[in-house]
Every structure is written in C-alpha cells, then in structure tokens.
C-alpha cells in the first residue's frame, strides 16, 4: 500500500469514524475589540493525542490554547473537553494544565514547592504528594536540586520544573505554550524526544502551540496549520508535507517550487499543465482540477533531480535552465536553477558520497526533471 | 571613564556634602555639649541624654510619634496596596485616568492645605481632636506614597504566575495571598517604611489635625524651641537620626547581600 511519509505508529483515532473527539472547538470566534484572533473555528483533538497548532505569530494559536485553559472566554460558539460545554468554568476548575512560554515558575518557592504547589490546591494528604513531588522530580532528573530557587536553575533546569509542576496534578489535558522556545537548538532537540516520550508513557493529550515547523513535525501526531484565526489545514505532518492542501500551507512548510499553469487535459487521475510559457509537464494528484483551471503545481525541491545532461525518458518532467546559485550545506546542495521563463527552481540533492561525479558550477547549463507523482496540484 | 580627582570634583562634592550633612553634624556635636548654651562648646558630656530620658513630656510625644506611625502606616499600607491594585490590574474601568490622579494627588498637595481640609472635615463631622484624627490624617496623606511604590513594583509583575496559579487550582484568593502577595512583599515592605517615616517627622499635618494628648514629638520639638533651643532637644534629635541611619544602612546591606546572592546564584546557575 503506497503511504505518505513515514508512517510513526498506528494510532490514528481520527481516521475512525466511530472514535469520539476528546476536546472539541465549536464554531469558536473570539475578538479582542475589532481585531478577530479566531474566526469561527473548528476542530477536534482526540484521546491521547499529541496535537500541535502552528502557526505565525499573532495567527491565534496561543489564544486558542487559552481559551481552552480559561485564561480567555469565546466571544462566540463553544468548546468542549469529554463533552462538557467549559463555558463559565474558572480556570481552577478545568481538567486541564498549562506549561507557559515563560515557565511562569513561582520565584518565592522552590522546586519542590513549586511542584507540590497544584497538588496542594487538590487537598492531596502531605505523603502523598512528597511521593508524588518526588516522583515528579525523577520523572525530569532534577532530583538533586529539589531545595533550589527557581532563579538558581539554568534555563533548561527552570523549562523541565515547569514541566514537572503542570504534569504532576495528572491533567487530562496537557497544555504547551511553546514548549522550547526559550532553549538553545541543542537542547530544544533532546527536550523534543523527551516531551514524545513523557505523553507516551503517562497516557496524555497534549496540544501544543509553537511557530517552529521543525518542533511541531517531529512531535505531533497531528498538526492544525493556522492563520488569521482560520484553520487551514488539519493532517499528520506527512500529509501537511507531501500534500498540502493550499499554497498558503505549502509556503509555510518547508520550501516548495510552484509552477502555474492552465489545465490542458485531463488523463487518468493525472493532468497536463501547460505553464505561461507554453511548456507541458504532466501531474498526477490532480485532484478535482478540470480542464481549463488555472492551477498551481507544488513540488518540494528534494524530489527535484539537477544534473548536467538531459535525464533519458524515463523521466516525463524536464526542464532547461541555468544554475544561478548554489548553497553547499555539507549534508546536502541546494541549487538554485533558472528556468528560460525566468522562474528560479529550488532543487536539493543529498551529498550520498563524498565525492560526485556529475559536478556542476555556477552558470552551467542544467537539466531539472521529477516525476509526475512527486508534487500535488494546488486549485486554492 | 575619568578616574582622576579633579579640582572641580572634589570641591562640588565637599560642597554638596557640607550642604546636606553640616547642619546635622552641629547638631550632633552640640547634643555632647557640657554648656547649655547651645551654640558655645565647653566640653564633652553626655549629661543632656540623662536628662532626656527624665523629660516625660518629650518620652510621651515620641510614643505617641511611633504609635501613630505603626498604626497610620500599615493602614495606609493596606489601602496603598489595594489603590495600586486596582490602577494596575482593571485597566480599563470607567474613569480610571480620573482615579489615578486622585491618588497621586496628595503627593504634590501642598501640606498646609491637605491638613487645613482635614481640619474642616474633622470639624464638620464632629470629631474631636486628638489621637485618633492625627491617625486618620496620616493615613490620608501617606498611602498614596504607597501606591506609587507599589504600582511601579505591579507594572513589571509577569502576570503569567497568577495565571499558572490559577491554572493549577489555586481560587483567586488563594492566588492573591500565596503568589502575589509575596512576589511584591518587598514593595510592600518599602511602602510601609516610607509611609512610616513620613508619618514620623510630619509636623504641618500633625499641627492642624491633632488635639490635646496627641502631641507628636516634632510638634513637641519644635513648640520647645519656640522657648529656646535646649541641648536636650539636639540629644533627641541625634537619637533619632541615629535610628533612621541604622535602618536605612541596614535595609541597604541586605539589599546589597540579596542582589550578590542572587547574582552569584544565576552565575552558579548558567555553569551547572
């Protein structure tokens, strides 16, 4: 069976019409003044998944989250945890808790404290909650600075206390306002696996707020693509990669090469296009695009081929051009071809071996060809 | 950075310190006088200190002083705080720019009129003079000096930590008392201070608002040098000035020790 990306597991609720959404966003606006930071907006997170919203700044992911912590009330429409209408719940009442941006950690107490402090709020019986502080305090490997203030940690220490503080009351619903914004690159990608791991082995639904493509790919189950309060895009991050469903989602993840053109034929499942300047290459993943619509044929540069000479007929897509840069990443090329219409393609080549036989330079004449099932096409 | 001593540096800053420091340092001086005139120095003694501790007139005016210190600065503390609270917090409320500058009013007011308009009212409600009414005029005066300390100390608080308290199911009141209230204990505390030390050395107010058995003691002080300056007055005032130095020198140690622990704690910190 063909399948996009790889595949994580099979946990996949959403494709089960039985399975019942967990959290539950019901034609949800919320304006602050005029400026609408969602507009009527829906969506469903299910059980146990780890769900992230990206999107650029001011897209209203952060105030969907807190909508959903009861920071904020919906102006309009309604949401939903294990179908309980949350209207009018406080936030102290809400079956759910919240790492902030900022860690918010309370500077007076210390870890410990900081730690006990929701526990506390439960009315847990004091040796209760020592084991559970400090099986908290293991679970992020901080055993050693239980006694410390929270000025007294570095940044990494200070991001996994507020870890352990919104974990340890065992929320239904994890809530992460980004996460690892704060961290350094090196540290941001072991905390990634790390975050993986703790939803995994104590059960929860996480929902994530983040900007960073890359942090939201690697974790979530699901990603909801975002922008001016709208969903644009629900799907696995493979999906949201190989298929995106608009150009907006194709522009902000990951690069892509856009080619316009007009739909000359329809052929089984697949399409010609014929670009501005006459040039036809043929698509597969046409979708319901018909002759005559204009369309926009997205392909990532990795599934783009450079090479010096024409590539032989096996492969159906080939252009001409002339390479106007190249950026050598050590791991892979990036090359940049200009076409005889003047488009600039992307095209990225993985440097497999350390030496290659096909060298190509500024200002040479190159081929670019792909396949016809390498990209989708784009009717939005 | 110049780091030379010029000419001119020393003589501004032996200037600025003279003009400060000088009256006080006579008056230091000539509290240790043996003579009782007080501007002719005929020895050493600390006589007038003794004979201080004998002046119940002076004894009961510096009780009366912390009483009505202790009591309108925590008061005021109280209220000051809550003002702030509310500038900072419900930001868009009706009329709060009118507020706002009703508290702060009070700062640039000039005394005489504050205590003249206190008078009035006391008059006008019928309440005598005395103890009591100083209290309420103290109060009056000083919280908002409080709530501009407390204010600035609410602008920078990061309002996240009342959220995450909420979050993980403190109520608001548990919120206020075991997140908020500590994190601005210390503008708190300086508010208090502040509002207690104006209290202290308040004589226009104090003059217009307080009544028979109530006499502060910088009314005492300054209706005995009316009589004549005495040694005994100096001695007190070097008593006094000797117990707001020590608490001012000793609030800046301790400042000064919590910023370095603090620092080297975030040093220690970033390498651990």
Known sequence: MQSLGSIRRSFAPWTDPQAKPYIVFDNVTKRFGDFTAVDNLSLSIYEREFFALLGASGCGKSTLLRMLAGFEEPTSGRILIDGQD??????????????????????????????????????????????????????????????RKPHQLSGGQRQRVALARSVAKRPKVLLLDEPLGALDKKLREETQFELMDLQQSLGLTFVVVTHDQEEAMTMADRI????????????????????????????????????????????????????????????????????????????????????????????????????????YLGDMTIYHVKLADGQVVKASALNSSRVTEDPLTWDDRAWISFQPDAGVVLTQ | MNTTWSRFNVTSIALGFAFLYLPIVILVIFSFNESKLVTVWSGFSTKWYGSLLQNQGLLDAAWVTVRVGVIAATFATVLGTMAALALTR?????????????????????????????????????????????????????????????????????????????????????????????????????????????????????SFTSGPGATTLPMKIYSQVRLGVTPEINAACTILIAIVAVGVIAASLVNKRREVQRLRDEQGAQRG
């Open chain 1, 86 to 147: 949350l209207r009018g719940t406080p936030p102290y009442k809400r079956p759910v808790n919240m790492m902030f941006q900022s860690y918010a950690l309370f500077p007076h107490m210390t870890v410990e404290k900081n730690i006990a402090f929701g526990l506390k709020q439960e009315g847990m019986p004091a040796d209760q909650i020592e084991a559970r502080v400090t099986e908290m305090l293991k679970l992020v490997k901080l055993e050693q600075f239980a006694k």
């Open chain 1, 224 to 327: 909801a693509i975002l922008d001016k309060g709208q969903v644009m895009q629900v799907a696995t991050p493979a999906e949201i990669y190989e298929a995106p469903g608009s150009r907006f989602v194709a522009n902000f993840v990951g690069n892509v090469n856009l080619f316009e053109g007009e739909v000359v034929a329809r052929e089984e499942n697949g399409a010609r296009i014929r670009g501005a300047t006459g040039a036809e290459i043929r698509v597969e993943n046409a979708g319901a695009a018909a002759a005559g619509n204009s369309v926009v044929f997205a392909i990532r540069p990795e599934k783009i081929r450079v090479s010096s000479r024409r590539p032989d007929e096996s492969r159906l897509n080939a252009m001409e051009g002339e390479v106007y840069d190249i950026a």
């Open chain 2, 90 to 206: 419900y930001t868009r409320f009706r009329g709060r720019i009118l507020f706002s500058g009703m508290v702060f009013a009070p700062l640039v007011m000039p005394e005489v009129i504050t205590g003249l308009s206190l008078l009035l009212l006391f008059v006008a409600v019928g309440l005598d003079r005395g103890f009591l009414t100083v209290t309420l005029a103290h109060i009056t005066f000083s919280m908002c000096f409080v709530a501009v300390v407390v204010q600035s100390r609410l602008l920078t608080f990061d309002r996240s930590l009342e959220e995450a308290a909420m979050d993980l199911g403190a109520t608001p009141v548990t919120t206020f008392f075991h997140v908020t209230l500590p994190v601005i204990l210390p503008a708190i505390v300086s508010g208090w201070m502040l509002a207690f030390t104006l209290s202290l050395d308040d004589l226009v107010i104090a």
